[in-house]
Structures are given as structure tokens and as C-alpha cells.
């Protein structure tokens, strides 16, 4: 069992930078993958980001490549998402969630934290 917490999201004008965290309590943070999602108004839930439970490895949406990068900490139980120039596009709720199974499917995921709001003004 996996609880987690995000934090670090507001507002910011287009062009800034936020960071995100999730901080995990439980068992074996090291043993999930870890992944960020969003949902914008009146849409579906979307995958951003994802980083293998050791780090070595990351894959990212398109339409967030070379802007966001996904990284963790595993000794300290936290995972981050560092959003980089940052369009109107990117307002949504963000997600922070871990899972056993490699994969950019929601379902691949068995943990999720509550939310945090990112709202991005042109």
C-alpha cells in the first residue's frame, strides 16, 4: 500500500516554470513506477510523464517532451515533475500515481494522490 501527496502546483503566467512533487508513504516506494497524469476541464484524463522504479529510464507525453522532465528520489520518497515553459494548454489537475506494471495507461497504475492544480495564464 502506497499513500501520496502532491504539492507545488498554482498559478503561473505562460512562459514560467512550476514544480511539482509527490511524496509517497508506505511500503516500497522503490518498487513502483511512477508516473504524472492531468485532466483538463471537460477531458479525459491523460498521461505526461513516467520514470522505471530504480530512474533509469523515462518516457514522456509529445505534447510535454523537451518542456517537463520526471525525476524521483527514492531515499526520500518523493517523485518531481519540473514543468518548463509552460502553455495555457498545461492548466489542469496533475496527478501523481505508482503502479508495478510499466505502461502510460491509467490502469497500469494502482496508487493515486488527490490532485494538485496547475493554472497557467496567457
Known amino acids: 500500500q502506497v499513500q501520496l501527496v502532491e504539492s507545488g502546483g498554482g498559478l503561473v503566467q505562460a512562459g514560467g516554470s512550476l514544480r511539482l512533487s509527490c511524496r509517497a508513504s508506505?511500503?516500497?516506494?522503490?518498487?513502483?513506477?511512477m508516473g504524472w497524469f492531468r485532466q483538463a476541464p471537460g477531458k479525459e484524463r491523460e498521461f505526461v510523464a513516467q520514470?522505471?522504479?530504480?530512474?533509469?529510464?523515462?518516457h514522456y507525453a509529445d505534447s510535454v517532451m523537451g518542456r517537463f522532465t520526471i525525476s524521483r528520489d527514492n531515499a526520500g520518497n518523493t517523485a518531481s515533475l519540473q514543468m518548463n515553459s509552460l502553455k495555457s494548454e498545461d492548466t489542469a489537475i496533475y496527478y501523481c500515481a505508482a503502479g508495478v506494471y510499466w505502461g502510460s495507461e491509467s490502469n497500469r497504475y494502482s496508487y493515486w494522490g488527490q490532485g494538485t492544480q496547475v493554472t497557467v495564464s496567457s
Open positions: 508506505g511500503r516500497a516506494f522503490s518498487s513502483y513506477h
Open positions: 520514470i522505471t522504479s530504480t530512474g533509469a529510464s523515462t
